[in-house]
């Protein structure tokens, strides 16, 4: 598959869309950058996930994971 990053805008500032990091649509704005970090639960976002007691992997493997299940 393949993203047409023109066809998107950042998610925090409505600026063109230069990046995908932490599952979500960013500029090349550090600031955006940085609140895409911590909307994904930064650095201790799988720590995060531990005290919830959810399985431990990384976030952008979720789906993948969830396909392969269905298998
Ligand atoms: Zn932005």
């Given at each position: 598959m393949v993203l047409n990053l023109d066809d998107y805008v950042c998610?925090?500032?409505?600026?063109?869309?230069k990046n995908i990091v932490y599952a979500a649509f960013v500029c090349d704005d550090p600031e955006c950058l940085e609140k895409a970090r911590i909307d994904r639960g930064g650095p201790g976002g799988h720590m995060k996930r531990k005290a919830e007691g959810k399985p431990i992997i990384p976030a952008d493997l979720e789906e993948v994971a969830e396909e392969l299940n269905k298998q």
């Open positions: 998610e925090y500032c409505g600026k063109p869309c």
